[in-house]
C-alpha cells in the first residue's frame, strides 16, 4: 500500500519569502511518479510538478522546485518568491507500480501574508 | 478550449435518493477517474477507467457506481447505499499509457445531503 504523509496541517508565510511544504512517502514500488497539486478556494486542482522516482535531477517549473531525496523518502515542495496569490491548499499525491490512481495527502492549507 | 466539465456545481439530495455527476472531457484522454474530498482531507479514488467499456473499484467505491459508454464521459452515481455521500467530488483524466503524466481535473460538483 501507498501512502503520503504532509505533516504540516498549515503555514503562514511572508510574501516574497521562499516556502517549503513538506512531503514523505511509503512504497514498496521502485518505480514510482510524484505529483503536488494546488487546490485554491474555488477547488479545482491545479498541477505543479512531476518527479520520477528514477529522475536524477529535481524537478523544477518555474518558482516551483521539489526537493527529491530518495533514500529518505522526502518529495519537499519548495515556492520562491512566494506570492499573495499561492495562497491556497498544496496537496502531495503519488502513482506508483500498477496503480493507476494517486493516493493523495491530507494537504497543508498555506497562507502567504502581505 | 480542451477540458473537464463537471456538473452541477452544486447539488442537493434527499436520503435514499440515487443521484448521477456528469463528466465529460474533450481532451482525447484514455482515462478517467472520480475522487471524493471531505473537509480537511486529500482526495481519495472511488472508480476509474482506462478504456471504454471497462472500470476499476478504487479504495472507496462501496455506494458507487459508474459507467463509460463514450471515451468523452464518466458519470458517476452515488447511491442510496452510500452511508455518509456529503462531500466534493472531482473527475480527473489523463492520457494512458505513461507513469509520468498528470491528471487533468474538473471544477467539482458540492455534493450535500439534506
Known amino acids: 500500500a501507498q501512502k503520503i504523509t504532509q505533516t504540516q496541517p498549515g503555514m503562514f508565510v511572508q510574501e516574497k519569502e521562499a516556502v517549503t511544504l513538506d512531503c514523505t512517502y511509503d512504497?514498496?514500488?521502485?518505480?514510482?511518479?510524484l505529483f503536488w497539486y494546488k487546490q485554491p478556494s474555488s477547488g479545482e486542482m491545479i498541477f505543479l510538478i512531476y518527479?520520477?522516482?528514477?529522475?536524477?535531477q529535481n524537478a523544477t517549473e518555474g518558482r516551483y522546485s521539489l526537493n527529491f531525496q530518495k533514500a529518505r523518502k522526502s518529495a519537499n515542495l519548495v515556492i520562491s518568491a512566494s506570492q499573495l496569490g499561492d495562497s491556497a491548499m498544496y496537496f502531495c499525491?503519488?502513482?506508483?507500480?500498477?496503480?493507476?490512481?494517486?493516493?493523495f495527502g491530507k494537504g497543508t492549507h498555506l497562507i502567504i501574508q502581505p | 478550449d480542451g477540458g473537464i466539465t463537471q456538473s452541477p456545481k452544486y447539488l442537493f439530495r434527499k436520503e435514499g435518493q440515487n443521484v448521477t455527476l456528469s463528466c465529460e472531457q474533450n481532451?482525447?484522454?484514455?482515462?478517467m477517474y472520480w475522487y471524493r474530498q471531505d473537509p480537511g482531507q486529500g482526495l481519495r479514488l472511488i472508480y476509474y477507467?482506462?478504456?471504454?467499456?471497462?472500470?476499476q473499484k478504487g479504495d472507496i467505491a462501496e455506494g458507487y457506481s459508474v459507467s463509460r459508454e463514450k471515451k468523452e464521459s464518466f458519470p458517476l452515481t452515488v447511491t442510496s447505499a452510500q452511508k455518509n455521500p456529503t462531500a466534493f467530488y472531482l473527475c480527473?483524466?489523463?492520457?494512458?499509457?505513461?507513469?509520468?503524466?498528470?491528471?487533468?481535473f474538473g471544477q467539482g460538483t458540492r455534493l450535500t445531503v439534506v
Open positions: 480527473a483524466s489523463r492520457p494512458s499509457g505513461r507513469a509520468n503524466t498528470e491528471a487533468f
Open positions: 512504497t514498496s514500488d521502485q518505480s514510482y511518479g
Open positions: 518527479q520520477g522516482s528514477y529522475d536524477e
Open positions: 499525491a503519488m502513482r506508483g507500480g500498477g496503480a493507476d490512481g494517486l493516493t
Open positions: 481532451l482525447n484522454h484514455d482515462a
Open positions: 477507467s482506462q478504456i471504454v467499456n471497462d472500470f
